[in-house]
Each structure stands twice: as C-alpha cells, then as structure tokens.
C-alpha cells in the first residue's frame, strides 16, 4: 500500500482542478440536462394515446369525453 498516493498527491484534490477540467465538467452537465429535456418533451409531445380501448370484434370502452 505504500505505491497508492494520499490526497495531498492527487492533483484534483482540496479545489486544485484546472480550469479546464472544471469547464468540462460544467459542459457534460449542461449537455446531459439538454438531452433530458428533449427526450422529456419527445414524451410529452408524441405520447398520444388512443381514446378507444378495443377492438372490432370485442368493442370495449369509449373513454373520450363529451361535453
């Protein structure tokens, strides 16, 4: 155990990162909350589903409202 390093050897320990490292960090954060947000309006916008539960041959439900 005397080959692994202690904290104070790491070079991303206690804020000491690059300013790099921190924009990519930031950019793979923003990029994942984008992707999130598309898929999550892909399913609102297209999860249509259909008013009649059934088929012709076994007629079912009519769910859709009159008013």
Do not use: H, W
Not at 9 to 28: F, G, L
């Amino acid at each position: 155990m005397k080959n692994e390093p202690t904290l104070e050897q790491i070079e991303d320990y206690n804020n000491n990162e690059s300013p790099e490292k921190r924009k990519t960090v930031i950019k793979v954060i923003v990029f994942c909350l984008i992707v999130g947000a598309i898929f999550a309006s892909f399913k609102v916008i297209y999860n249509d589903v259909d008013e009649y539960v059934g088929t012709e041959q076994n007629p079912g439900i009519n769910t859709a409202k009159e008013f």
